[in-house]
């Protein structure tokens, strides 16, 4: 299965946002490990981060793999069009974050894009991608 991982707004700026939140590694870093641990589970990865809506919703569209992995930040909360999009994408979509966003403040607790996904898995740090793949590689097998 192919697999997109995507991620939005300031995700870029991991390593250097707040540590105690969003943990110490880069989006780089992350993607290495992510990467890695695809390749064990039989599964091919494709990353893309972009502080844009726009572009996020152009990128859904048109994929044509397997599944996505998002973690939309801060579009999470409030973009009708990048749900939208998830909504008529019939590729199997998980929503992960690396802080829990349900135990932070009122407006992240809302996510417009969870009922649009097929599952959720927040506050595990880099471990919520990690566990997303594993979820994945088992529908393929």
């Known amino acids: 299965m192919h697999v997109l991982i995507l991620n939005g707004p300031n995700l870029n ?20 490990g ?3 641990e695809a390749k064990k589970l039989g599964l091919t990865v494709e990353f893309y981060q972009s502080n844009s809506e726009g572009e996020l919703v152009d990128r859904i ?7 996505i992995i998002i973690n939309a930040g ?3 909360h409030y973009s009708l069009a990048v749900a ?3 909504r ?8 992960a974050h690396l802080s829990n966003i349900f135990a932070r403040e009122e407006f992240r607790r809302t996510s417009v894009l969870s ?5 959720v898995i927040s506050g595990f740090g880099e471990q919520s991608y990690l566990l997303a793949l594993k979820y994945l590689a088992g529908r393929v097998q």
């Not at 569209?61 to 599944?67: E, S």
């Open 74 to 76: 801060a579009y999470s």
């Open 88 to 95: 008529d994408c019939k590729k199997l979509k998980i929503e």
């Open 84 to 86: 939208d999009a998830l």
């Open 34 to 36: 992510l990467e890695a």
């Open 115 to 119: 009922p649009v996904c097929d599952g």
């Open 61 to 67: 569209q048109g994929f044509d793999g397997g599944a």
């Open 13 to 32: 700026l991991l390593g250097q946002r707040d540590q105690n939140v969003y943990g110490g590694k880069t989006l780089a870093e992350i993607n290495a």
